[in-house]
Structure formats: C-alpha cells, structure tokens
C-alpha cells in the first residue's frame, strides 16, 4: 500500500505529465521535441531534445539522467546512506566528506551572508521537526521549535579543506534549496559536453536550456492549471519558490516548506518567487532567500548580484518585478 508521501509523489507526477508542455515547451515554428520524464530530487524531472537521431537522444537522456540520480545520492538527507546523511549523523567533530559535496556546503555557507542569512543551509533539525522530510507535515510545539533552531546556524559548520569539514553539535545540513539547481547545472553541462545543441532540463521549476526558441510558463501560485507569465530565457537559468508547492494547513493557515531561519517558522511574506540567474544554482538558492526576505528587501539585494532578476508574486497575487525582468517575458 502507498503511504501518504508515496501518493503525493504520484499525484505531482501525473499533474506534472499531464500539463509538462504547458509550463515548459517552445515556440509553434521551433522544431520538434521528444521528452522524457523520472522522478529524482524529491520532484520531476524533464528533459526535452529536439527530434533527431533516436540512438543519439537515448544516449543524451540516460546521460542527463544519470548526472541528476548521481547529485541526488549525494545531496539527499532522506536516508542516512547518502553523503550529506552520513555527515548529519556525525554530532561534532570533522568529517571527511566527497569533495564536490564540500564545494556546494561552501557556496551555501558564502550565500548566506549575501542574504542576510535567508539562505540556509543548517536549518535540517527545523524542516524534520515539522514534518516536511516524513510526510507528517504538523505544527510543532514553540519549545519544541526554540529547540530545533538552536541546532541551526551557519557559524556551526566549517570547511577545513576540499575534503574535510567541522561540525558543532547535532546540526543537520539540508541543501534542497540549492542542489536541485546544482543537479541541472551539472546535467546542462553534460548535454553541454555530449554536443547536443538544443534541449531544456526541468527539475520542478529549475529550469536550464541551450538553443533557440525555448519557453517556459510561471505557474499561478493561485490556479494550479493557470500561468501568469510566459518567460523567454536565453541563456538565463531560472527556479521558482512558491508557497503551493509543498504545504499544510491548520485553521485556513498555510505553512509551507520555505522556512524563516529567525523564527523556525515557514516564511510567509509572499507567495511566489521566480528569478532569472546565469547558473540554476545561483537562481534557486535567490528564489528561496527571496520568498523568505519579501519584497522591499528583495528589491535592495538584487543589487547585490549582477546578471540576475526577479519576480514575485504576493498574497494578493500582485507581480513585483526588479528592473530588467520584463525584457525576458511577454504576458
């Protein structure tokens, strides 16, 4: 029998089928596209090629395809056998960890300061006490929450070498608002390095393309089925945080999987953030800082990295844009 999550799992993956070409896809007089879809990184992911020599687009698949389960067994913190697993188990003390691990963990730790401490890394103990990691999504007793964010903070964790880093106490790295970004990064570059000239790589909402004509749709946070801007990305790599992607609701309140590392509690200033960045890994490490920060602060850091846009939504469903967002939309 399928558990809670499992069920999800399967309903995404059947929406995400059904409506795939809606949300991602190109222009009718592009040529045409094959897909193929797996469920990875705790999402679906998507690759499309353009239509050609099926031997050569199986290849290109399996290869895309590999790269992403590769990243998801060392970046998941579902099960203890992973990298990031094995390092959570560890209380305190060093650890000697993969190396391209520690890279990602560095470029976490280096993000957090540029954004004010939005994005963070260390807030594993505060998303298992809520449930969002088992499927028992429940709001924790206050105490209970004091506790989990005490277990929190980047000033915990250390890099000591590529292959070496230092722990303080029972903290819990959780890097899915940035891995899944680095997986389609990775993914890109092996197309990238295979020859394939045009294709799209998906990973719910991280989003990275090569070749002309590709576009993607910004899901309306309020309408499941609906989109509120179509975007034409070029060589700009874009993710979406959105408060409808994985919540619960207690009381009419909803309480989503993006978490405020002040408070322990899911953020809840807006409802959706889309970014458009050179790197997915860049994009989607801004997306979740900048649904937890809100708008007017937003607005200020963008300033801070060049190259990069954004649009959010709000809770009355008002699109707010940083200046050079619309070159890349029609609406």
């Known amino acids: 029998m399928l558990n809670k999550k499992a069920i999800l799992f399967l309903a995404a993956f059947i929406l995400f089928f059904m409506i795939g070409l ?16 797996i469920p990875a990184m705790g999402t679906i992911v998507e690759v499309q090629l353009q239509e050609g020599d099926a031997s050569q687009n199986e290849k290109a698949f399996k290869a895309a395809f590999d790269e992403i389960r590769r990243i998801d067994s060392l970046f998941t913190d579902y099960n203890d056998s ?4 094995s390092l959570n188990k560890v209380d305190s003390g060093k650890v000697t960890v993969n190396p391209e691990v520690v890279a990602l963990v560095k470029r ?9 401490g939005a994005f963070d890394i260390t807030l594993g103990s505060v ?22 964010l005490g277990k929190s903070g980047i000033d915990k964790i250390k890099i000591i070498n590529d292959s070496l880093i230092g722990k303080k106490g029972e903290i819990h790295l959780d890097l899915s608002g940035i891995a899944k970004g680095y997986a389609v990064d990775r993914a890109f570059y092996i197309l990238e390095k295979m020859g394939v000239k045009s294709f799209l790589i998906n990973a719910g909402g991280e989003i990275r393309a ?19 801007e179509i975007l034409y990305p070029g060589k700009k790599a874009v993710a979406t945080s959105g408060d409808y992607e994985n919540f619960f609701e207690v009381d009419g309140k909803r309480y989503c999987h993006l978490f405020d590392p002040k408070t322990g509690f899911p953020a809840a200033k807006v409802s959706s ?19 937890i920060l809100g708008i007017e602060k937003s607005k200020e850091l963008i300033k801070n990295f060049p190259g990069c846009e954004f649009m959010i939504i709000d809770k009355n469903g008002k699109r707010h844009y ?8 029609r609406s």
């Open 22 to 37: 809606f949300f991602t896809g190109v222009e009718k007089e592009a040529p045409k596209r094959v897909k193929q879809i």
């Open 82 to 85: 992973s990298t990031i697993g």
């Open 108 to 116: 976490g730790l280096e993000l957090s300061p540029k954004t004010e």
């Open 127 to 148: 998303v298992r006490l809520w449930g969002f990691k088992d499927g028992s999504m429940h709001l924790p007793a206050s105490d209970s929450i004091k506790i989990a």
């Open 210 to 228: 090569k070749g002309e004509g590709w576009t993607t749709g910004i899901q309306d946070p309020f309408n499941e089925s609906g989109i509120v």
């Open 273 to 291: 953030v889309t970014v458009l960045a050179d790197d997915v890994t860049t994009a989607d490490a801004l997306a979740t800082a900048f649904f």
């Open 322 to 329: 940083s200046p050079g967002f619309k070159d890349y939309t």
